[in-house]
């Protein structure tokens, strides 16, 4: 799946929301026809980490899969690793 990535926004982590932190966050995710990213549903990771990695990863866009010549909805597992170490 990573090879089909072909545009990855990374997550802001404004220093107002307190200490920094760092952790995997995993998700189950849909990627559409389009290359979308998007019907997310967290597997786990730090409960204060997993807004901004889905922020992040709904701008995430991939090369459309292709079956028997059409591009297709595929479901994919997505991790993050995440370290705002300050």
Known sequence: MAS???K???PFY???EGPYRSGTVVTRATVSPEGKANHFTVISGPESLRR???EAMRGWTYKPFVLNG????VQT??????DFGG
């Open 4 to 6: 089909h990535l072909i």
């Open 8 to 10: 990855r926004e990374m």
């Open 14 to 16: 404004p220093a107002s």
């Open 52 to 54: 901004r990695a889905l």
């Open 70 to 73: 059409k591009p297709v909805w």
């Open 77 to 82: 597992i997505i991790s993050m690793n995440l």
